[in-house]
């Protein structure tokens, strides 16, 4: 365990388009989960695993202007954030500010249809970028 509490778990990558990516994990020997709608984020989501490589999430946008307009206004694909597990958001949160980081909240945890209900929340790190915190 680390000084945060936090186990990797996926990277994201926002898309317009699914196939070339879906192609792409394909030969690198990715199993593509089906395509979730999750409308509390307004995302369509596919969870890519592989035996000895790092999560992929696809996220793609759902119906009209959504959490991945301005990302894909500007880039047909980026990945944009990383995921870490937790077994204890407060700690993990205040562990990070602790050590001198500034996290900023944007999205209050929200169950996630993807994992099965469990809660994910996303913050920014200032000089690391947007994460993803998935609570069990």
């Known amino acids: 365990m680390n000084q945060f509490g936090?186990?990797?778990?996926?990277?994201?990558?926002a898309l317009k388009k699914e196939q070339d990516a879906v192609l792409f994990l394909?030969?690198?020997?990715?199993?593509?989960?089906?395509k979730i709608y999750d409308p509390?984020?307004?995302v369509n989501l596919?969870?890519?695993?592989?035996?000895?490589?790092p999560f992929i999430?696809?996220?793609l946008p759902g119906e009209g202007d959504?959490?991945?307009?301005?990302?894909?206004?500007?880039?047909?694909?980026?990945f944009y954030h990383s995921c870490y597990e937790t077994n204890?958001?407060?700690?993990?949160?205040?562990?990070?500010?602790?050590?001198?980081l500034r996290v900023i909240p944007v999205s209050p945890p929200t169950p996630a249809i993807l994992f099965g209900g469990r809660k994910?929340?996303?913050?920014?790190?200032?000089?690391f970028g947007l994460i993803e915190i998935l609570e069990p």
């Open 57 to 59: 999430e696809l996220v």
């Open 6 to 13: 936090l186990i990797f778990h996926h990277i994201g990558l």
């Open 26 to 34: 394909t030969g690198l020997g990715y199993e593509i989960g089906e």
């Open 88 to 100: 204890d958001l407060d700690q993990s949160l205040a562990a990070m500010e602790e050590a001198g």
């Open 66 to 78: 959504g959490p991945l307009t301005p990302i894909l206004n500007k880039h047909d694909q980026l």
């Open 46 to 53: 596919h969870l890519c695993t592989h035996d000895s490589a």
């Open 40 to 42: 509390k984020q307004n």
């Open 120 to 127: 994910v929340s996303f913050y920014t790190v200032t000089g």
